[in-house]
């Protein structure tokens, strides 16, 4: 038996290590770095590389890395080793301060949205000293950003530190205001719950759709889905046990605390949870979960999905982020507190939130779009598009008579004077969760659920951080000037509340009238990653990034490109796939399956006295009628695809417009004819086989 104790962090060269192998006064410069995210003092650094490479050495690695988060959506790693030549046919192990501190990466073939030409492929990655570095597989993981040659961010973290140094500038001038000296800095945290299935691999292995795309681009569903609910919560498959087992094992040798694991709704689909760390940690650590997940699983003749919708007609997979503030005093910032100060604190902190998701509802829904996570948000298992925020019954209840300027009566009947500096002390259970709602307080956190199962979690948290700086900002430009500070405050947490409460909704978000009434209120409803991406460049959210610093123009414009552009690939791809199983497999095998029924029948066919309505009869008919159909289909999105616009934009909208309907019809049309083809015929495994397969 694994013992955790032992286990917890034995591949990471965190404080522990670092208080072991550092001299007392370079430990304390390297501390001051990682808690408060300042410049690391170059005069320490090959102290640190030297006692990390000695560290990794005895560990058993023998290469090291510079691992980052390009905009391609993977995870980047080129090995190097430690071995230099000592002459004499001998060798030594190196690991400069500059190898620790800086490395190069060709970038030619990385995303970057027109940021550089092709022939340009000079690409710089620094160390993050806030994350970590640990050990995997015999290779020291040193978490970077990656930036251009020219400085332009390439990645996903760069944005996401930027984000989180002008939500500490800005909510530490609020904390000022309050009193709070004894407070250095603000970090935003956030804890991922992931969701994925498992298959059989070798099932996997004979589908070209999921091999290639994560998902199924045909398939009939199976005579049971998860109409029963007895997948959720029950008792897990051993053999997934064990899969979950080594997972944990792994995890919790690289510091990441895996804390809950359990079946989810769908048959075969399950979930993980880590614990509440700073942002860009937890950034790190999700994209190892993911990477862990895949790599243990194959380990167990298993396959691991993360796309969002691997199966259709049963739930899909998507990553709740939980996303809350907290001092380096380790105040949670969204804790309702118990004292006036406390509470007005809170209330300003909630307030700004509540206008900066209504003010960038679009950001919001952009952070999260994929054509995977397309197929998902709406559906049974997802928030819907509209974005608004569930703060439950009492909480709401509160604001409004702040708003209204009346007394709050609580759940005792007891009527409380309602300024800012009174707020009534409340459960943080107060109400039950709304798993439809996009955004939804639950109790001291905002859980974000939209977030896609196979996304990053770094994009929707740094444009949390981005829009929450901007309106903290703004209220503190408001509160300094103030002559008295409680008078001022009220008037502004009122003035907010009556502007941005269309925002607040603790109903169904599922519920037809929802779309009605968020029309009304005048909230976006963007459907669709083109109908979003659209909205990206528009003139105040270049506005809020630019203010705050974390991405300029010119790189704005790069990842508007990208996104576009891995919309429209990814749906090319699964065209092109889908036409090459039924070209390949599908047709093929339905002809075979309808020649056999047309030879059951012999001299039937010319004698004329075979019984129409008979089996053989009737479904040799559909099956010719339904591959002709088919065909027409393929046809039609061959000539499509050979003819699509340039422009990114009108490129992504021809492939939601046009090419997703057709390869709609096209798959409603092959799963009927997979209903009725024999099984002996059907060319790949089916829902049944995969979801409901022997353990």
């Not at 603000?186 to 998902?215: H, M, P, S, W």
């Not at 792994?250 to 694991?261: P, S, V």
């Not at 209204?404 to 107060?430: C, M, R, S, W």
């Not at 990206?536 to 203010?547: R, S």
Request: net charge negative.
């Amino acid at each position: 038996m694994t013992d955790i104790m032992k286990t917890f962090g034995s591949k990471v060269f965190n404080d522990e290590v670092m208080k072991e192998r550092l001299s007392k006064s370079t430990y304390k410069q390297l501390n001051q770095t990682i808690k408060q995210g300042t410049y690391l003092n170059k005069d320490i650094a090959e102290e640190v590389a030297n006692a990390m490479k000695d560290w990794a050495v005895e560990n058993g690695a023998t290469h090291f890395t510079h691992w980052f988060h390009p905009l391609s959506g993977a995870t980047a790693e080129k090995h190097e080793s430690f071995v230099s030549a000592a002459g004499g046919g001998k060798i030594t192990l190196e690991f400069s301060p500059n190898n620790l501190v800086k490395g190069e990466a060709d970038a030619s073939s990385f995303p970057s949205g027109g940021l550089r030409d092709t022939f340009e492929a000079r690409g710089y990655t620094a160390w993050d000293p806030t994350s970590y570095a640990f050990i995997k597989d015999g290779v020291l993981f040193i978490p970077t950003v990656f930036a251009s040659y020219s400085g332009e961010a390439l990645d996903h973290k760069t944005p996401l530190l930027r984000s989180m140094e002008a939500l500490n500038t800005q909510a530490m001038r609020i904390l000022k205001l309050f009193g709070n000296d004894d407070v250095d800095h603000v970090k935003a945290t956030a804890g991922a719950e992931q969701e994925y299935f498992l298959i059989d691999k070798n099932l996997f292995e004979l589908r070209e759709d999921l091999r290639l795309t994560g998902r199924t681009l045909i398939g009939a569903p199976a005579p049971k889905g998860q109409e029963m609910n007895d997948h959720y919560y029950g008792s897990i498959r051993t053999k997934v046990q064990e899969f979950m087992r080594d997972v944990n094992e792994e995890l919790w040798a690289l510091g990441i605390q895996a804390k809950t694991e359990h079946n989810e709704v769908a048959p075969s689909q399950h979930e993980l949870a880590n614990n509440f760390l700073t942002v860009n940690v937890s950034a790190d650590q999700n994209n190892l979960t993911m990477e862990i997940l895949k790599k243990v699983a194959k380990r167990h003749g298993l396959e691991c999905l993360l796309h969002e919708k691997p199966f259709a007609g049963i739930n899909g997979s998507g990553k709740h982020n939980n996303w809350s503030l907290k001092t380096n005093t380790g105040v949670n910032l969204l804790d309702p507190g118990e004292t006036p100060a406390e509470n007005a604190q809170f209330l300003t902190f909630l307030t700004a939130i509540i206008k900066a998701i209504d003010e960038y509802q679009d950001l919001l829904r952009i952070s999260i779009s994929s054509a995977g996570n397309d197929h998902r948000l709406g559906a049974s298992e997802a928030p819907p598009a509209i974005v608004s925020v569930f703060l439950g019954d009492e909480l709401s209840e509160i604001l409004e008579s702040i708003k209204k300027e009346t007394d709050y009566v609580d759940k005792k009947k007891e009527a409380l004077q309602i300024g800012v500096h009174t707020i009534p002390a409340f459960p943080k259970d107060n109400t039950d969760r709304n798993r439809t709602s996009p955004f939804a307080f639950t109790g001291n956190k905002f859980e974000f659920r939209m977030p896609g199962s196979s996304a990053s979690i770094a994009t929707p948290n740094t444009i949390l951080n981005t829009i929450i700086a901007e309106e903290l900002k703004g209220f503190a430009d408001v509160l300094e000037e103030a002559d008295d500070l409680n008078v001022t405050l009220h008037k502004l947490i009122i003035k907010t509340l009556k502007k941005h409460d269309r925002i607040i909704f603790n109903g169904n978000g599922y519920d037809e009238s929802w779309i009605k009434e968020a029309a009304r209120r005048g909230l976006s409803n963007y459907a669709s990653t083109p109908e979003a991406l659209s909205h990206y460049l528009d003139k105040k959210n270049v506005k809020v990034f630019t203010d705050n610093k974390v991405l300029s123009i010119t790189e704005l414009k790069s990842r508007y490109e990208i996104y576009l552009e891995k919309y429209y690939k990814t749906i090319n791809i699964e065209a092109l796939t889908l036409v090459d199983m039924l070209k390949k497999d599908v047709l093929p095998a339905l002809s075979a399956y309808e020649k056999m029924l047309k030879d059951s029948l012999g001299d039937d066919l010319k004698l004329e006295i075979l019984d129409k309505n008979g089996y053989e009869y009737k479904t040799m008919l559909k099956i010719r009628q339904g591959k002709k159909k088919i065909f027409t289909d393929i046809t039609k999105m061959e000539k499509l695809l050979g003819n699509k616009p340039d422009d990114a934009l009108k490129k992504s909208y021809f492939y939601h417009d046009q090419i997703i309907p057709l390869m709609n019809s096209i798959r409603k049309e092959c799963d009927e004819l997979e209903k009725i083809c024999d099984r002996s015929y059907w060319p790949m495994p089916t829902y049944s086989d995969i979801l409901f397969g022997r353990d």
